[in-house]
């Protein structure tokens, strides 16, 4: 029964609208990468990078700092283009057929790389994944919300000439106090240039029902990356699911975590009419890896059934920023899928 299913899951037409493309540095990539370009990093084998992977709490925190070294590491056009056509190979395996995926942006000007060159890595690689692996996608450029709104705005000015390759633009890293705040002026300009609007509203934060309203309000984001808490105000999941904001959940887990995490909340999500969807946020930094895993596990550890599971990829190809029509031929090819199985 549950072979069955299992196999349900990986043969089912995915999308996944919450993943770091610098959180898909494999362990063996850090590794490779680190002594291709001379950089220090504290692990000398795949053990030690596993190992360092059991992040201990506040969560949030811990990651980013192993997190930072997979930015280390990554120098030139052709590491941003190795690391994102694995990717792209790695999600075709996974059945996923669109994929918005997030960069990150001052972690990398900061250390004195070019915008251009970064993104010309990234951008070659989704034409050729397109041409090799027949993935659709879509870049979100992301802010980190730790550093200054000057600096997003000069990030704004660079991106310039790779608008029209740029869906939208996003805010990550640290959760820092009230961080709307300091983006009011930002998002208003990526509005004005069309992009799409996004931003992360950790899990476990302090002032994160404050946050997520900030967002909502301040900064008028369509989608809440994670946005778990949520569910903790009841205003604030009625406005939610009376405008069907989606938001993006990563139940990952580490790897001494017995059980996935918030799978119980996620439920709630659902129940409560959020549109809600799974997704890996940073594959190759969690012990959930990949979105099969993640599906699969959900249902072993979560009972969660066929229907929710088809449900959860509804929702993701549902918030997916792309036209009316190419939502409707996706989810067209999802229920074909489930109706033959
Ligand atoms: N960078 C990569 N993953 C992140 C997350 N989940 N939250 C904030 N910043 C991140
Ligand atoms: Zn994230």
């Known amino acids: 029964m549950s072979y069955g299913l299992n196999d349900f899951i990986t043969g089912m037409p995915k999308a996944e609208l919450h993943v770091h493309i610098e959180g898909c540095v494999e362990p063996l990539m850090l590794l490779r990468l680190a002594e291709r370009n001379g950089v220090d990093i504290p692990y ?34 052709q590491d941003f283009y190795e690391l994102a056509y694995a990717f792209f190979k790695r999600s075709a395996e996974e059945n996923i057929v669109y994929l918005e995926i997030m960069f990150e942006t001052q972690a990398h000007i900061s250390r004195g790389l070019v915008f251009s060159e ?45 608008k029209d390759e740029i869906i939208g633009v996003g805010l990550d890293n640290y959760e820092v106090n009230n961080f709307a705040l300091k983006f009011v002026e930002v998002f208003r300009r990526a ?5 799409r609007l996004t931003s ?31 569910i903790d105000s009841p205003e604030l999941t009625a406005m939610v699911r009376e405008s069907q904001i989606p938001l993006t959940m990563c139940p990952t887990w580490r790897p001494s975590d017995p059980a996935p995490r918030r799978l119980e909340s996620i439920r709630e999500m659902l129940e409560l009419g959020l549109l809600v969807s799974i997704n890996t946020d940073d594959p190759a930094e969690f012990a959930s890896r990949y979105l099969n895993n993640i599906f699969i596990e959900m249902h072993k550890h979560g009972s969660y059934t066929k ?21 409707a031929h996706y989810l067209e090819k999802l229920e074909k899928y489930v109706a033959g199985k």
């Not at 506040?58 to 930015?71: G, I, R, S, T």
């Not at 090799?132 to 000439?161: C, T, V, Y």
């Not at 967002?215 to 949520?230: A, K, M, P, S, Y």
């Open 44 to 77: 000398r084998d795949e053990d030690e990078v596993w190992a360092a992977q059991d992040y201990g709490e506040p969560a949030l925190d811990n990651f980013l700092k192993y997190h930072e070294n997979c930015l280390r590491v990554l120098q030139t056009g």
């Open 118 to 162: 970064c993104f010309d890595g990234l951008n070659q690689a989704r034409r050729d994944g397109r041409r090799d692996f027949g993935i659709e996608s879509n870049w979100i450029m992301s802010f980190q919300r730790d550093h200054s709104a000057e600096s997003s705005m000069e990030i704004l000015d660079m991106a310039k000439p790779f």
């Open 191 to 195: 509005r004005e240039e069309g992009y």
């Open 200 to 230: 992360h509203c950790d899990c476990n934060q302090q002032n994160s029902i404050e946050h997520i309203r900030q967002c909502l309000e301040l900064l008028q984001v369509e989608r809440i990356d994670h946005g778990l808490h949520v």
């Open 307 to 327: 229907d929710e599971i088809v449900r959860l990829t509804r929702n993701a190809f549902t918030s997916a920023w792309i036209s009316e029509d190419a939502k």
